[in-house]
Protein backbone atom coordinates (compact mmCIF):
# COMPACT_ATOMS: atom_id res chain seq x y z
CA UNK A 1 0.00 0.00 0.00
CA UNK A 2 2.87 2.60 1.04
CA UNK A 3 4.71 1.78 -2.50
CA UNK A 4 1.24 2.47 -4.35
CA UNK A 5 1.10 5.35 -2.47
CA UNK A 6 4.38 6.78 -3.64
CA UNK A 7 3.67 6.02 -6.83
CA UNK A 8 0.09 7.72 -7.08
CA UNK A 9 2.49 10.80 -5.54
CA UNK A 10 4.79 10.59 -7.76
CA UNK A 11 2.59 10.70 -10.95
CA UNK A 12 0.46 13.40 -10.28
CA UNK A 13 3.84 15.11 -8.73
CA UNK A 14 5.09 14.72 -12.63
CA UNK A 15 1.47 15.72 -14.55
CA UNK A 16 1.82 18.64 -12.34
CA UNK A 17 5.02 19.91 -14.06
CA UNK A 18 4.42 18.13 -17.20
CA UNK A 19 0.81 20.13 -17.40
CA UNK A 20 2.08 23.36 -16.72
CA UNK A 21 0.90 25.96 -19.35
CA UNK A 22 3.35 27.47 -21.94
CA UNK A 23 1.51 30.03 -24.06
CA UNK A 24 1.79 29.94 -27.90
CA UNK A 25 3.61 33.70 -28.29
CA UNK A 26 1.70 35.82 -31.31
CA UNK A 27 4.05 35.68 -34.07
CA UNK A 28 4.30 39.75 -34.70
CA UNK A 29 4.81 42.28 -31.61
CA UNK A 30 5.11 46.23 -31.51
CA UNK A 31 6.61 48.11 -28.99
CA UNK A 32 9.20 50.53 -28.40
CA UNK A 33 12.62 50.48 -25.85
CA UNK A 34 14.24 53.28 -23.88
CA UNK A 35 18.19 52.98 -24.24
CA UNK A 36 21.04 54.15 -22.07
CA UNK A 37 24.90 53.28 -23.51
CA UNK A 38 28.03 54.00 -23.03
CA UNK A 39 29.14 54.58 -26.40
CA UNK A 40 27.35 53.39 -29.32
CA UNK A 41 27.02 49.63 -29.48
CA UNK A 42 26.02 49.86 -33.05
CA UNK A 43 23.73 51.34 -36.19
CA UNK A 44 20.59 50.88 -34.14
CA UNK A 45 22.07 53.59 -31.77
CA UNK A 46 20.72 57.32 -33.80
CA UNK A 47 24.40 58.53 -32.50
CA UNK A 48 26.45 56.13 -33.90
CA UNK A 49 29.19 56.53 -36.83
CA UNK A 50 27.23 54.95 -39.26
CA UNK A 51 24.50 57.72 -38.61
CA UNK A 52 26.07 60.49 -37.77
CA UNK A 53 29.86 60.23 -38.77
CA UNK A 54 32.57 59.55 -37.23
CA UNK A 55 33.11 63.09 -35.61
CA UNK A 56 29.41 63.09 -33.96
CA UNK A 57 29.31 59.71 -33.02
CA UNK A 58 28.29 59.02 -29.14
CA UNK A 59 31.93 58.33 -26.97
CA UNK A 60 30.38 58.59 -23.65
CA UNK A 61 27.16 58.51 -21.54
CA UNK A 62 23.81 58.90 -24.00
CA UNK A 63 20.47 58.14 -24.09
CA UNK A 64 17.51 57.47 -26.52
CA UNK A 65 13.99 55.71 -27.33
CA UNK A 66 12.84 53.81 -30.34
CA UNK A 67 10.39 51.90 -31.45
CA UNK A 68 11.29 47.89 -31.93
CA UNK A 69 9.40 45.06 -32.97
CA UNK A 70 10.12 41.09 -32.06
CA UNK A 71 8.98 38.89 -34.95
CA UNK A 72 8.40 35.26 -33.93
CA UNK A 73 9.66 33.24 -36.66
CA UNK A 74 9.11 29.42 -35.02
CA UNK A 75 8.13 28.50 -31.51
CA UNK A 76 8.36 24.79 -30.54
CA UNK A 77 6.92 23.87 -27.44
CA UNK A 78 9.00 26.83 -24.81
CA UNK A 79 11.65 27.28 -27.33
CA UNK A 80 12.11 30.16 -29.69
CA UNK A 81 13.29 31.38 -32.32
CA UNK A 82 12.75 35.17 -33.42
CA UNK A 83 13.78 38.30 -34.96
CA UNK A 84 14.97 41.97 -33.10
CA UNK A 85 13.59 44.41 -35.67
CA UNK A 86 14.54 47.94 -36.00
CA UNK A 87 14.60 50.52 -38.86
CA UNK A 88 17.77 49.45 -39.97
CA UNK A 89 17.60 45.53 -39.81
CA UNK A 90 16.78 42.65 -38.30
CA UNK A 91 18.72 40.68 -35.61
CA UNK A 92 18.27 37.32 -35.10
CA UNK A 93 17.51 35.74 -31.91
CA UNK A 94 16.57 32.85 -29.80
CA UNK A 95 15.00 32.04 -26.54
CA UNK A 96 13.37 30.21 -24.22
CA UNK A 97 10.15 30.68 -21.95
CA UNK A 98 10.19 29.64 -18.78
CA UNK A 99 8.25 26.66 -17.08
CA UNK A 100 5.85 28.51 -15.43
CA UNK A 101 5.23 30.62 -19.12
CA UNK A 102 5.50 33.73 -17.61
CA UNK A 103 9.05 35.29 -19.11
CA UNK A 104 11.16 34.52 -22.24
CA UNK A 105 14.86 34.56 -21.83
CA UNK A 106 16.08 36.36 -25.58
CA UNK A 107 19.61 36.37 -26.80
CA UNK A 108 21.71 36.87 -29.83
CA UNK A 109 24.93 37.77 -30.49
CA UNK A 110 25.91 40.55 -28.35
CA UNK A 111 22.15 40.80 -26.44
CA UNK A 112 20.52 39.47 -23.87
CA UNK A 113 17.11 40.19 -22.04
CA UNK A 114 14.46 38.53 -20.15
CA UNK A 115 11.13 39.80 -20.73
CA UNK A 116 7.95 38.94 -18.81
CA UNK A 117 4.51 38.04 -20.45
CA UNK A 118 1.15 38.84 -19.62
CA UNK A 119 -1.15 38.12 -21.59
CA UNK A 120 -1.01 39.85 -25.08
CA UNK A 121 2.13 42.16 -23.04
CA UNK A 122 5.58 41.39 -22.87
CA UNK A 123 8.20 43.98 -21.05
CA UNK A 124 11.36 43.64 -19.34
CA UNK A 125 15.02 44.90 -19.34
CA UNK A 126 18.38 42.98 -20.99
CA UNK A 127 21.64 44.64 -21.90
CA UNK A 128 23.96 44.92 -25.43
CA UNK A 129 27.38 44.92 -25.92
CA UNK A 130 29.72 46.50 -29.03
CA UNK A 131 28.72 44.76 -32.05
CA UNK A 132 31.90 45.98 -34.06
CA UNK A 133 33.74 43.18 -34.74
CA UNK A 134 36.54 43.78 -32.46
CA UNK A 135 37.21 43.09 -28.97
CA UNK A 136 38.01 46.86 -28.04
CA UNK A 137 34.06 48.07 -29.52
CA UNK A 138 32.53 45.87 -27.62
CA UNK A 139 34.73 45.94 -24.50
CA UNK A 140 34.40 49.96 -24.68
CA UNK A 141 30.35 50.07 -26.14
CA UNK A 142 27.63 48.94 -23.59
CA UNK A 143 23.96 49.34 -23.46
CA UNK A 144 21.10 48.67 -20.70
CA UNK A 145 17.86 48.97 -22.53
CA UNK A 146 13.79 47.88 -21.46
CA UNK A 147 11.31 47.40 -23.40
CA UNK A 148 7.36 46.36 -23.45
CA UNK A 149 5.84 44.87 -26.23
CA UNK A 150 2.31 44.45 -27.21
CA UNK A 151 1.10 41.25 -29.28
CA UNK A 152 -0.39 42.64 -32.96
CA UNK A 153 -3.67 40.75 -33.27
Not at 2 to 11: F, I, P, V
Not at 26 to 38: D, L, P, Q, Y
Not at 94 to 103: A, C, E, P, R, V
Request: aromatic share 8%; hydrophobic share 40%; net charge positive.
Amino acid sequence: MKKLSLLLAATAFSTSISAQKIPVLAKEWNGRVAVTSMGSVGKHNPKDASNVGKDKAAVGWNAYSAQRSLIIVRQVDQHIEAIWRTAKDDTPLIGTISFDGKQLQLSGKNKLFLLNIEGNKMFGCGTTRGEGGHFGHWFDNYSTHCTEFIAVK
